[in-house]
């Protein structure tokens, strides 16, 4: 079975542009969450989808933002970036939310905003 | 929120050395999964353990959930264990799932 992918895997942008990342996840799965790592931050939870529906989000601001397709695929979406958006953006899947199941986490797409 | 600490944050072992690594939380969790990030930034799954006992190969995890803390063993380390080790919980309302992840331990492991 493949693993959680997620595209593109690098991308540079400049500020005040805006930047869309794909995360498909592990056939059968239905949970979605998405992961911003910095070096000074660490690993920071941004959104949960299932079913299409926002469970969860995080303390980021309004330009992120995410959503997730009848077939699981989920983008999230950052407007206006900031040299502070440069990040590795993580993507995980799971089969439910909320049971306490085992998350897979896709290769990342590094993101550099200059 | 939950709060995560990780320790020691910075491990150097030789090649065939033991080492354990620490993950204490802050409240009560029923999701924890330790991580080896790779030089690539990728998560690899070790374990999920939100309480007793896991063995796979040289790797072995123990979480003590009414004392929270969880401790993860690594035997006979080999410079391919090098990397960041992550510690995830989750505790979960209604349905809802989130991963609050430790600082990590870093391992170098030499020949």
């Known amino acids: 079975k493949a693993g959680v992918t997620q595209t593109p895997r690098y991308l540079i942008k400049t500020r005040g542009q805006q930047v869309t990342l794909s995360c498909s996840p592990i056939?059968?799965?239905?949970?979605v969450s998405w992961y911003q790592q910095t070096p000074g931050q660490g690993l920071q939870f941004l959104f949960e989808?299932?079913?299409?529906?926002?469970?969860n989000k995080g303390n980021f601001p309004g330009r992120f933002s995410g959503r997730q397709f009848s077939n699981s695929r989920s983008e999230m979406n950052v407007s206006t970036l900031e040299l502070g958006d440069s990040a590795l953006y993580l993507c995980?899947?799971?089969?439910?939310?909320?049971?306490?199941?085992?998350?897979?986490f896709g290769p990342g797409t590094r993101l550099l905003v200059l | 929120g939950i709060q995560v600490e990780q320790s020691p944050p910075d491990l150097i072992l030789q090649e065939g050395a033991n080492s354990t690594l620490r993950c204490n939380f802050s409240?009560?969790?029923?999701?924890l999964q330790w991580f080896h990030q790779n030089p690539w930034g990728q998560l690899i799954n070790l374990f999920y353990?939100?309480?007793g006992t896991k063995q796979n190969g040289r790797l072995s995890a123990t979480t003590v959930a009414t004392e929270r803390y969880s401790l993860l063993y690594i035997s006979s380390s080999q410079t391919t264990d090098s990397g960041v080790y992550f510690c995830?919980?989750?505790?979960?309302?209604?349905?809802?799932?989130?991963?609050?992840f430790g600082t990590g331990t870093r391992l170098q492991v030499t020949l």
């Open positions: 409240d009560s969790v029923n999701n």
């Open positions: 995830a919980v989750g505790s979960y309302t209604g349905t809802a799932s989130k991963l609050t």
């Open positions: 995980a899947s799971s089969i439910l939310a909320g049971l306490g199941e085992t998350q897979y």
């Open positions: 353990i939100p309480s």
């Open positions: 989808y299932f079913s299409e529906t926002q469970r």
């Open positions: 056939s059968g799965h239905r949970s």
